[in-house]
Nanobody, 123 residues
């Protein structure tokens, strides 16, 4: 089955940095785009960043552009989110996401989510 496991969250001061990781299994990782979402208390879930299957293309929300970098290592089945110059408004639970066909399946694609990792930016 498809599994996405995030790690790397924590408490950081404004202006600090964190790197989130998402370890993926259960599908052909190199064939699919990967995404990071976040959700803050009282806010809608928002798409933060997206990376194409090869890592050759990326997209970012305007709120994080220039500060966050999404990357992937297809040999390790892992996608990363490097977060620099963190602001209090970046505080949220961050989720890894993909839309993929599981290994062994001949049916349609589905959305899959990790359990989330908490990022808190506070002094």
């Amino acid at each position: 089955q498809v599994q996405l496991v995030e790690s790397g969250g924590g408490l950081v001061q404004p202006g600090g940095s964190l790197r989130l990781s998402c370890a993926a299994s259960g599908f052909t990782f190199s064939s699919y785009a990967m995404r990071w979402y976040r959700q803050a208390p009282g806010k809608e879930r928002e798409l933060v960043a997206r990376i194409t299957s090869t890592g050759g293309g990326t997209n970012y929300a305007d709120s994080v552009k220039g500060r966050f970098t999404i990357s992937r290592d297809n040999a390790k089945n892992t996608v990363y989110l490097q977060m620099n110059s963190l602001k209090p408004e970046d505080t949220a639970v961050y989720y890894c996401n993909t839309n993929a066909i599981p290994d062994g399946s001949t049916w349609s694609r589905n959305d899959y989510w990790g359990q989330g990792t908490q990022v808190t930016v506070s002094s």
